[in-house]
């Protein structure tokens, strides 16, 4: 008996064991024919649970001579991405593969291997496996590939156009000012440690992506609904929960995202049984939620059905148009158009209202706070982007901007180059992950030699390391660290370098359709323009970022807003009070907002990466806002 288990228990092990080498090697030989370098781990870097474990396992691989581990050990910490930039890549090859037994893994920081790769989308796919958790409630334009996608990507990007990026940014503005009312205190004065600034930041990208998903109006504590507002949407807008609701529209939707990981994780009957606080709070925003939710698409078909005209800016209200427009007699010029596009399900309609708000609260509420907090340490940055605005808009009330005449010398401002470096520096989005289909090896040509991608390959475009690639960049020696390369410091200047390293080349096999979303140019002529497939906070290709246009937009109209009148500096506390600063020379003063500066970089770059890059943690940078004309470091500080 005891023989037959014994038995039975190392046939499997033999079989396991058999397995493991047998894909290991069938993995080598494809890796071998492919003509890229490539290295061995003994677990895929992306298989999550090996990941959360890696403690256990680690020490044991370690345990066998340095040569059979030390190439891709770092690969295996979750956050190499962002803590090694491009020296991985320097040591293992711009595009290479890592191959273990169930798998192959392609990782590329070459602008030619990936403007190949995000353009063929076809054969390069989305592994929507990864992406399934975030069709929760509702399949949609993130979710899906193929076909599918494609009707979801029609659909969706009808809202993305020019006219209602014009609202938006006037919006954004408005937000702005419930933003610097918070800051500047009751009294109006500002001069007060903001101990972090990243509640308040996301509350204002809530607000400004809550206009652009819904049309709502978003309250600031303190503020009132307008008494103009239709009172359908006031009953949103107001920070008392309405009848039948346990919590605020607002509220609701902040915490349905700020718990996002457990609800996307855990079972409802598991998170209903646990007893703690966030557990209990991510099941009484996501039941509101949900119930907002088909509230807004009763609403909205409502309106749809009495005729209402197109409020403008508000995604959800144009998905149901496109899906009940033409029950809509009155509106037939639009039912007509519509009727060529595909009629999403309510859920698909729910779905895609509830991603955009996903895909486009973080994100850009990490950009903005980077780059505030680059603002507050590179002083001399600061000083420029004020003068720009100045020169943009002078003393004009905000109110006032237009926003046609001043996005592209925005754009193509100091506050451009301070987003776009941000951008390049610290994108939300570490890496693309993209796929090989299972049915064929893939080709791509990298510097005139082709190399074989084999079918089922994993594929990361590594969005960081491209953007430290010193191949594609222009670099001077660092200013602030010892190193030859200035890559990894916040140098905005470099946007505007003469030595342009742009290569027109013409995309003969790309995809040339057009798929929605802003299709300008992402640099300006006379500006740097870096090489397609190095710079790609948005990804590229039709699977590109659709809010780019909107993200981009609410960030200048923000900075404009707050740099107009007002300063960011970091805050001492730590080193020295009020008074003492007072008291202290320019000499001090310098040496400890050096300290300051110093140990903000240190912060920014503990930064890490939970679905996106993030202070994530307690981790914060206290700063203040300051009235121009009353700051203590940032008018003459380097
Ligand atoms: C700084 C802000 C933003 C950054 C850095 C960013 C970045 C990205 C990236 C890298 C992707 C590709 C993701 C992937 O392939 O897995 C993406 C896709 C997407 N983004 Fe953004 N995004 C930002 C803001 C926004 C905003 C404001 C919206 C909506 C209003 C938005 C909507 C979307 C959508 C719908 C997709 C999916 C497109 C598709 O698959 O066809 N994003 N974004
Ligand atoms: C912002 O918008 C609200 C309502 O639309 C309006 O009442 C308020 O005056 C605006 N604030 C500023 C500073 O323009
Ligand atoms: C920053 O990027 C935007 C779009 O991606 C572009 O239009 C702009 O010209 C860039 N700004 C600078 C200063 O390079
Ligand atoms: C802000 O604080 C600084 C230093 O404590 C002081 O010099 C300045 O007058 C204050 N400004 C206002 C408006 O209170
Ligand atoms: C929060 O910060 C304190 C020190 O300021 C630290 O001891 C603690 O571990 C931090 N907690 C987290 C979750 O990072």
């Known amino acids: ?48 649970l090996a990941l959360v474990l890696r403690s256990f396992w680690l020490p044991m691989w370690k345990l066998l001579p340095r040569k059979y581990w030390a190439d891709t050990i770092e690969l295996l910490n979750p956050d190499w991405n962002f803590n090694l930039l491009f020296e991985p890549f320097e040591r293992l090859g711009d595009t290479f593969l890592v191959v273990s037994p169930g798998s192959i893994r392609l990782y590329t920081a070459n602008a030619e291997a990936i403007h190949q790769i995000t353009s063929k989308r076809e054969v390069f796919q989305k592994p929507t496996e990864s992406y399934r958790i975030l069709a929760l409630y509702g ?14 990507r029609k659909v969706t990007s009808t809202s993305f156009n020019e006219k209602n990026t014009a609202l938006v940014f006037k919006e954004s503005i408005n937000q702005t000012y419930g933003l610097i009312e918070q800051w500047l205190g009751p009294d109006g004065k500002g001069n007060r440690t903001i101990e972090t600034a990243e509640g308040d930041i996301m509350a204002l990208m809530l607000h400004i992506i809550g206009y652009v998903g819904f049309g709502l109006k978003l309250l600031w504590p303190g503020q009132t609904v307008p008494a103009e507002m239709d009172p359908k949407l006031a009953k949103y807008s107001s920070l008392q929960p309405p009848k039948g609701h346990s919590m605020n529209f607002k509220d609701s939707l902040h915490y349905t995202l700020h718990h996002i990981l457990l609800l996307l994780i855990l079972p409802r009957w598991l998170l209903r049984m646990l007893p703690f606080k966030s557990t209990r709070r991510a099941i009484k925003s996501e039941n509101n939620l949900i119930q907002y939710m088909d509230q807004f698409l009763q609403d909205k078909i409502e309106d749809v059905e009495q005729g209402k005209p197109d409020p403008g800016m508000d995604i959800m209200g ?5 899906s009940y427009g033409d029950r809509a007699p009155k509106d037939s010029a639009a039912a007509k158009r519509d009727s060529k596009l595909t009629k999403l399900m309510d859920s698909e309609i729910i779905g895609n209202a509830f991603i955009m708000i996903v895909a486009g609260h973080e994100t850009t509420a990490g950009t903005f706070l980077f780059t505030l907090l680059q603002m507050a ?33 925005l754009l193509a401002s100091y506050i451009g180059a301070c987003m776009n470096e941000t951008l390049r520096t610290m994108p939300p989005a570490v890496d693309v992950p993209k796929k090989v289909l299972a049915n064929r090896d893939q080709v791509l040509m990298i510097d005139g030699q082709k190399r074989i991608v084999p079918r089922g390959t994993k594929v990361g475009v590594n969005v960081v390391a491209a953007q430290h ?10 200013k602030i660290t010892d ?23 013409t995309d003969e096999d790309a995809d040339s359709e057009d798929y929605g979303g802003f299709a300008g140019p992402d640099t300006s002529a006379q500006l740097f323009r870096p090489v397609r497939g190095s710079y790609l906070p948005f990804s590229d290709g039709p699977r590109s970022c659709l809010g780019r246009r909107i993200a ?14 007002f300063s960011i500096e970091l805050a001492v506390d730590e080193w020295a009070s009020d008074a003492e600063v007072e008291k202290m020379g320019r000499d001090e003063r310098r040496e400890i907002y050096q300290k300051a500066q110093d140990k903000a970089r240190r912060t920014l770059k503990s930064a890490t990466s939970i679905i996106t890059l993030k202070l994530h943690g307690n981790k914060s940078i206290p700063i203040r806002l300051v009235p121009r004309g009353q700051e203590r470091f940032v008018d003459w500080v380097e």
Not at 8 to 35: D, E, F, M, T
Not at 380 to 406: C, H, K, L, M, N
Request: charged letters at 20%; proline letters at 5%.
């Open 139 to 152: 399949e949609n334009v993130l979710t899906t590939e193929g076909s599918m996608w494609r009707s979801h």
């Open 469 to 478: 690639n010193p191949r594609y960049w222009p670099t001077e020696r660092s």
């Open 1 to 48: 008996m005891l023989s037959s288990v014994l038995l039975l228990a190392a046939a499997a092990a033999a079989y396991c064991v058999y397995n493991v080498v047998a894909g290991y090697s069938r993995n080598i030989a494809k890796a071998k024919q492919s003509g890229l370098p490539y290295y061995l781990s003994p677990v895929s870097p992306i298989n999550q």
């Open 318 to 322: 144009m998905l149901v148009r496109s």
């Open 552 to 565: 981009q937009v609410e960030m200048i109209a923000a900075l404009s807003v707050i740099f107009q009148k």
């Open 377 to 409: 340490i590179n002083a001399a940055s600061q000083r420029s982007i004020q003068q720009d605005v100045d020169r943009i808009f002078g003393q004009t009330d905000p109110s006032t901007w237009d926003y046609e005449q001043s996005v592209n010398p």
């Open 483 to 505: 190193s030859e390369s200035d890559l990894a410091d916040f140098v905005p200047e470099r946007w505007f370098s003469k030595t342009s390293s742009s290569d027109s080349s």
